[in-house]
């Protein structure tokens, strides 16, 4: 079995600072870590191929420094990784993005296998669009099974894969066919802890480097800011709301004694809308 994790190298989600004239997000000095949905993604990768065997390939589209994160995720147990790293990539949003890690994981199954699974987070804390998962489903015509929480049965040699999936209202149980695209929920296992004989291979183990050219990109207008319809205009904090929630002290009131005293304490902020109720309640 072979399985792929893509994983993304985000800014430490309590570091992070926008950049006062270019409205971006500051990386240079931000201590940076694994992204932690991908982390869910990974120890289900780990748990798989304790239980049927094969490898785990990490797949990561970043800058060089992406590379201690990948050394991390091969001292958690993975077998091996790539570092896709192309000025190229620069800019990209989710549909560049989408589409190199796409065009890597062919490469990565001509080098190494064709993956039977390949493994995304749910999403990044940074970008935050979970869409990159469902992009590379698309694009290498996988089926995709997003916000499973966990894998109910797998069968290689019948090529199928039953899962649960959260959904609004309750869990979905979906079955489908190998390979497949899946997009891990967070809080889904606990991450192990690395063995120390992972965390000395993983310090001497070679981390394989890809160009765009080295990946297998052709088309470099579909690459970076040039591939990204979507341009991060500004990125800026929310300013904190002056106001302060109030709490009304509803112990021993009936249920319209607690409409009444929610009704007064909208009328004193906005009295403005008692007409509106006015005319709303006439019209009943
Ligand atoms: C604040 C902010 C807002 C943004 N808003 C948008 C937007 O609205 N639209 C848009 O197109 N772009 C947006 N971007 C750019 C977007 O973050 C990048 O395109 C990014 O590379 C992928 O999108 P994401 O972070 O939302 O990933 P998601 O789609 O949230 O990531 C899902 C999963 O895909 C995998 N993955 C994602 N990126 C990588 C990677 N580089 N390497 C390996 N695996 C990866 C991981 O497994 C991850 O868990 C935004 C960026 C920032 C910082």
New binding site residues.
């Given amino acids: 079995m072979h399985i792929v994790v ?3 190298q985000v800014p430490d989600s309590g570091q992070i600072r926008v950049h006062p004239v270019t409205n ?2 500051m990386r240079q000095g931000v201590p940076t870590i694994i ?1 932690p ?2 982390l869910f ?1 990974l120890e289900q990768a780990l748990q798989l191929r304790d239980k049927l065997g094969g490898t785990i390939t990490m ?4 800058p060089q420094m992406a590379e201690d994160s990948l050394r991390k995720a091969m001292a958690f147990g993975a077998d091996r990784a790539v570092l ?1 790293t192309d000025r190229f990539f620069a800019g ?6 989408s589409f190199a ?1 796409a065009t890597a994981i062919r490469k990565v199954g001509d080098t190494w296998g064709k993956p039977d699974i390949v ?6 804390i ?8 469902p992009g590379i489903a698309k694009r290498l015509d996988l089926h995709q099974l997003t916000y499973v929480a966990k894998i109910a049965e797998i069968d290689l040699a019948g090529r199928s894969i039953t899962v649960e999936r959260r959904a609004e209202g309750g869990v979905q149980v979906l079955r489908t066919q190998l390979p497949c695209l899946i ?1 891990m929920l967070e809080g889904t296992n606990s991450i192990r802890r690395g063995s120390m004989a992972d965390t000395l291979r993983a310090a001497r183990a070679e981390v394989v480097k890809w160009s765009a050219a080295d990946a297998g990109i052709e088309d470099l207008t579909k690459c970076g800011l040039r591939g ?1 319809p ?1 341009v ?1 205009k500004r ?1 800026f904090a929310p300013t904190a709301r002056e106001e302060k929630a109030h709490l009304i002290d509803t112990t021993g009131l009936g249920t319209d004694q607690i409409a009444q005293a929610l009704m007064t304490e909208v009328l004193t902020r906005v009295p403005a809308i008692e007409g509106d109720l006015q005319r709303a309640a006439a019209s009943y």
């Fill in positions: 893509c994983m993304k971006t997000i992204n949905y991908d993604a797949l990561t589209m970043g896709l990209s949003d989710t549909l560049a993005t890690l493994f995304t987070g749910k999403q990044t940074d970008g935050d669009t979970a869409q990159v998962g997009t990204s979507t991060v990125v």
